[in-house]
């Protein structure tokens, strides 16, 4: 059996008895979240939390003065942050902020794989984000949330990492990357929804993560999925003719107001700025 096909027969058996090594959610992003789903958790402790991670508390600083808040008036404490974010947006932001710490390797390839998924998630959180504002704006009655859009968009690929650590062992699969490719495309839905739940993540999280490459998976209403499609397509689709082909459902169904909506400054400008607060 070659080193390709017994990594995905690993793969698929370690899966189907439980027995794949999951990755934990960072510490810190397991404090924030139980502070702030305490019913009796202050603006104070929430600040006292946070500030435990100097990195985190930084972070926290720069997206309550980035433009994407809308806000003129520069916060310069990391309580003066929290409290200008809110507890729900503070909760998903940690969480995804310290996800990065995740994407590490001392394998030089694992390293530059893993590198280049969260460049990508990044990337592609930043579109899903800046497109569902602006649909937000302009359909009042959408009842979709930018909070769970950003931790969405940040762990659709969650499910890369067990399996570029499982392929460390197996050092010829380098050799041909689209194999790596293809292990990645059919596995990290089914993987990463695992990490959701094994994390505690209640929908639409699992359902985000395993369905969003699944082609078959439509809903007749606009999701979250949708946008994180529509971030994937801009992200890796190079040819316009094939990208605006893909494109197009989306402009017919209301959720982009045309094709090249990146060049839309509410739009492309917007996610800009988004990315230049996750990265």
């Not at 997206?63 to 990391?78: D, K």
């Not at 390797?105 to 899903?128: C, F, G, L, N, Y």
């Not at 999701?223 to 992200?235: C, E, L, N």
Request: glycine share 6%; proline share 4%; hydrophobic share 45%.
């Amino acid at each position: 059996m070659s080193a390709e096909n017994a990594l995905l027969t690993i793969l698929i058996e370690k899966i189907r008895t439980d027995l794949l090594v999951l990755p934990t959610l960072p510490e810190i992003a397991i404090q924030v979240r139980r502070t702030a789903d305490d019913a009796n958790s202050t603006l104070q402790s929430m600040t006292d939390v946070i500030a435990q991670d100097p990195a985190l508390a930084a972070r926290m600083i720069k997206i309550a003065n980035s433009a994407f808040m809308g806000r003129s008036i520069r916060v310069t404490s990391l309580n003066q942050a929290v409290t200008r974010i809110g507890f729900s947006q503070v909760k998903n932001i940690a969480t995804a902020m310290a996800m990065e710490q995740l994407f590490i390797s001392q394998h030089e390839q694992i390293k530059e794989r893993m590198a280049q998924v969260w460049s990508d998630s990044v990337h592609v959180t930043s579109v899903a984000i800046a497109c569902l504002k602006f649909y937000m704006e302009n359909n009042r009655q959408c009842g979709l949330n930018l909070d769970v859009m950003t931790l969405a968009g940040l762990m659709h690929q969650i499910g890369a990492l067990p399996i570029l650590t499982e392929a460390e062992r197996y050092q010829t699969v380098f050799g041909d990357p689209r194999f790596l490719d293809q292990a990645l495309n059919s596995l990290t839905g089914q993987i990463g929804a695992a990490i959701m739940r094994a994390w505690d993540f209640a929908e639409p999280y699992p359902e985000i993560v395993q369905n969003w490459n699944n082609p078959s998976y439509l809903t007749a209403e606009a999701g979250y999925i949708d946008f994180v499609r529509i971030g994937v397509i801009s992200r890796t689709v190079a040819d316009d003719g094939q990208r605006f082909a893909l494109l197009q459902p989306y402009v017919e169904r209301g959720l982009l107001p045309e094709l090249h909506f990146m060049k839309l400054p509410e739009i492309g400008g917007v996610s800009e700025e988004i990315r230049a607060v996750l990265s």
